[in-house]
């Protein structure tokens, strides 16, 4: 798994897919993703109905969006858990925000030596 101590260092200069970014300011793919892109991150919407959140263009897959360093996910644990499996190979930094994890993607990280966070908030680790 992955260090946040050593996260932080370069923080700022990686890219973010948002997966489960929303146009709801109730949920929290509104505000992760508002929250990142507020504080200068470089950060990309992805959901399947949306066309623009937060004046931002919203992409479907996070395979349309170039050079994405970590994934975010802010979706149920059976969609992260696909979308993972759907991007072996191809990424390799995941972030599982609270109640987006499962056992079966912490295995499929383990297994697939994936770098990932689970149980912590990326909003709290942005600071």
């Not at 949306?50 to 479907?60: L, Q």
């Not at 972030?95 to 030596?113: A, D, L, R, T």
Request: positive net charge; hydrophobic residues 40%.
């Amino acid at each position: 798994m992955f260090e946040l101590n050593t996260f932080k260092d370069d923080f700022k200069s990686k890219v973010f897919a948002i997966v489960g970014a929303s146009n709801n300011i109730e949920k929290y793919g509104f505000k992760v993703f508002k929250d990142l892109k507020d504080k200068g991150f470089k950060v990309y919407p992805v959901n399947l109905h949306e066309k623009t959140i937060y004046n931002s263009k919203v992409y479907k897959s996070v395979l349309d969006i170039p050079n994405v360093d970590w994934v975010v996910f802010v979706v149920p644990p059976s969609v992260a858990f696909n979308v993972l499996k759907s991007l072996k190979g191809k990424i390799f930094n995941f972030w599982f925000q609270p109640g987006s994890e499962s056992e079966e993607s912490k295995v499929f990280c383990k297994e697939n030596n994936l770098n990932c966070v689970f149980n912590s908030c990326i909003m709290r680790s942005s600071d």
